[in-house]
């Protein structure tokens, strides 16, 4: 079965230092998102992809967050410089090509602890 | 923001009972999903109701939508201790509220 994957799993860094964090979609689904997951909360969309382009990064803290999706295919997102607050769970999606409202399949997660 | 809000917040029952947890939502839908999460894992999608619906049923889940109140129940019949998980309902994108942890006790 199809999945979304993410890497790493598990990423700790230190306060100040620069992060990535990489996603693969299902092969097909032309939108992407990227979530923010504090715990105890509800995921919080970071960013949306269309294909290539940002649909949606109202929500991402541009003065130190950036995601790019430079083929339409897999999607990096970086934090320069990481925060303290900034420890979370990263979740990626994805959904089929111009559908909204659809299924959205979700990766395992990158787990991040600031120091 | 169209996201759903889940109520409660947590819930404990015994293996074997049913659990009931609704979402409410602030503006008109096309559909309303509904995701499971267990503990430090992704999110795996349940079940889609569209705004033309009123309920529907997957295995033990039987969800309801009523659009002239904007929200929706989730019902999980026979619990078992796998269904342990928190329990969010989305509309839109989807964005999420906080979710309904659910404690299922052997």
């Known amino acids: 079965e199809a999945e979304v994957a993410q890497s790493p799993r598990y990423k700790i860094t230190e306060k100040s230092q620069a992060v990535a964090f990489w996603c693969d979609p299902i092969s097909g689904h032309a939108t992407l998102y990227w979530y923010r997951q504090i715990l105890g909360q509800g995921p919080e969309l970071l960013v949306q992809f269309q294909d290539e382009s940002v649909v949606d990064d109202s929500q991402l803290p541009k003065d130190r967050f950036s995601a790019e999706r430079l083929k339409g295919v897999d999607s990096t997102l970086k934090i320069q410089p990481a925060e303290l607050g900034d420890s979370a769970m990263y979740l990626c999606?994805?959904?089929?090509?111009?559908?909204?409202?659809?299924?959205?399949?979700f990766g395992q997660g990158t787990r991040l602890t600031v120091v | 923001s169209q996201q759903g809000e889940e109520d409660p917040q947590a819930l404990s029952i015994q293996e074997g009972e049913n659990a009931t947890m609704n979402c409410s939502y602030k503006?008109?839908?096309?559909?309303l999903q509904w995701y499971r999460q267990n503990s430090g894992r992704g999110l795996v999608h349940l079940i889609l109701?569209?705004?033309?619906?009123r309920e529907k049923h997957s295995g033990r889940l039987r969800v309801t939508l009523d659009t002239s109140k904007k929200s929706s129940s989730l019902l999980i019949t026979a619990s078992r201790a796998a269904d342990t998980a928190s329990y969010f309902c989305?509309?839109?994108?989807?964005?999420f509220g906080g979710g309904t942890r659910v404690l299922v006790k052997p």
């Open positions: 503006t008109s839908i096309n559909n």
């Open positions: 999606a994805s959904s089929l090509a111009g559908a909204r409202d659809t299924e959205a399949f």
């Open positions: 109701i569209r705004s033309n619906e």
């Open positions: 989305a509309t839109v994108s989807p964005p």
